[in-house]
């Protein structure tokens, strides 16, 4: 398992639960998959493709998961299969849908897949002169990966002119292109897929908080808390967004010359009239969605992997448990700009009633330590959406850091379709 995430630890974690598997590696994890039966940390980065393989062959590894987008960018997958080794994922040129938003808005449009309009300018002057027409809320978007954290909505032409203008003069990071999108109003949905060329299987769906403040206020992060299944969604919908959606996405993908495997994340915004719109294709699995999809996922998560990659997807279905699961994400103070790391993490061992997924963690000796900005996803499974929740969150009033600060809000749209 490549990765060092809370989306990396609850895919190893679900693989090492199957009869299948021996034993699950993690390169290079974090302090919750080095506490997991069954499953060991390895000390190499994500991007050292060399030593990747190197371990791989040394080791006899069967299979290579991919978790985060940028090896995955990269082309791990064209690099692993180029040397006759086994690696789950997309090839690079199907990351693009990732990798690159013009290139995934402009593959929308030729494929007529529903979503909101848009252009794309490779100048700070070009971009501020078409936002100077156009009426706000006004929707930028970064070209390239940004981790969850490349989308900024802003209220006024005054907000939006500032904000490209900090994208493309950013000392560290500038941008050479952006999006500038027709605002959607909606609620969004995290629809994903275990993908096979034109064959697919869809996970349960599950709903994602972006935002760093309660009401959904405030920058976005890499993902506050999530739950699944989504209520609103029913057949009609969930058919809608297949033929609408997935199956052209999929169909578009072949014509081009990269036809699509792996876990493909459709992020989409359902309207008052409940018609799906994509607002942007992730070529992994989501975090936190992961977390509470791994929770209620019934089936050998392995057998589907082996058998995606061997061309026998539409021979396993995917079953759930009938629940649901809620994850709310612990985050170190500061998050989702400057916070500090090496907090002690007290009370994760308390917690009975829930699963600790771990995300920015790292075990040094018998102490757990904060090393990131989201540090753990703590995630309550029931058989009603209000037993999950306080599940988590009487889970989360067990676990102490510094500075540590989470949403109390997560699941609040779910809420309020609960019959009084």
């Not at 995430?5 to 390169?27: D, P």
Request: negative net charge; proline residues 5%.
């Amino acid at each position: 398992m490549v990765g060092r995430g809370g989306r990396e630890h609850a895919l190893a974690w679900k693989l090492a639960s199957s009869s299948k598997v021996q034993h699950v590696f993690v390169a290079p994890g974090n302090g919750g998959t080095a506490l997991e039966k069954g499953v060991t940390n390895v000390e190499i980065e994500p991007m050292d493709f060399d030593g990747l393989t190197e371990f791989v062959r040394k080791e006899k590894i069967y299979l290579t998961v991919v978790g985060p987008e940028e090896p995955l960018v990269e082309g791990i997958v064209d690099f692993f299969s180029d040397q006759g080794l086994l690696c789950f994922g997309p090839s690079r040129d199907a990351a693009r849908l990732e990798a690159s938003k013009s290139f995934a808005k402009q593959f929308l449009k030729r494929h007529e897949i529903p979503t909101a309009d848009f252009k794309v300018f490779e100048t700070c002057e070009a971009a501020i002169e078409y936002v100077r027409k156009i009426e706000p809320p006004i929707v930028i978007k970064k070209d390239g990966l940004a981790a969850g954290k490349g989308v900024v909505i802003k209220e006024s032409v005054k907000e939006a002119i500032t904000a490209i203008e900090d994208l493309y003069r950013s000392p560290s990071e500038p941008v050479k292109r952006i999006v500038i999108e027709d605002f959607l109003e909606g609620e969004e949905l995290s629809y994903i897929a275990l993908v096979d060329g034109l064959k697919f299987r869809a996970f349960s769906t599950s709903q994602d908080y972006k935002r760093i403040y309660e009401g959904d206020r405030g920058p976005n992060t890499g993902g506050m808390g999530a739950y699944s299944p989504v209520s609103f969604v029913d057949e009609l919908l969930e058919k809608k967004i297949v033929e609408l959606i997935v199956k052209p996405t999929l169909k578009g993908m072949v014509e081009e010359g990269a036809a699509y495997r792996g876990f493909l994340y459709f992020g989409l915004m359902i309207d008052k009239k409940k018609n799906p719109h994509v607002v942007e294709y992730n070529c992994r699995f989501g975090d936190p969605e992961t977390q509470p999809i791994m929770m209620r996922l019934e089936s050998d998560l392995f057998g589907l992997l082996e058998n995606t990659m061997e061309g026998r997807l539409d021979e396993m279905d995917l079953e759930f448990n009938p629940g649901t699961a809620l994850t709310i994400v612990m985050a170190s103070q500061g998050y989702p700009a400057n916070y500090e790391t090496g907090s002690i993490i007290k009370g994760t061992e308390s917690v009975i009633d829930a699963k600790v997924f771990h995300s920015g963690t790292v075990l040094t000796g018998n102490r757990l330590l904060t090393s990131g900005g989201r540090v753990l996803g703590v995630t309550g499974l029931g058989t009603q959406f209000s037993d999950a929740r306080t599940k988590a969150y009487d889970s989360i009033k067990k676990i102490s850091f510094a500075g540590q600060q989470y949403r109390s809000d997560i699941g609040h749209m779910e809420l309020k379709r609960i019959p009084k």
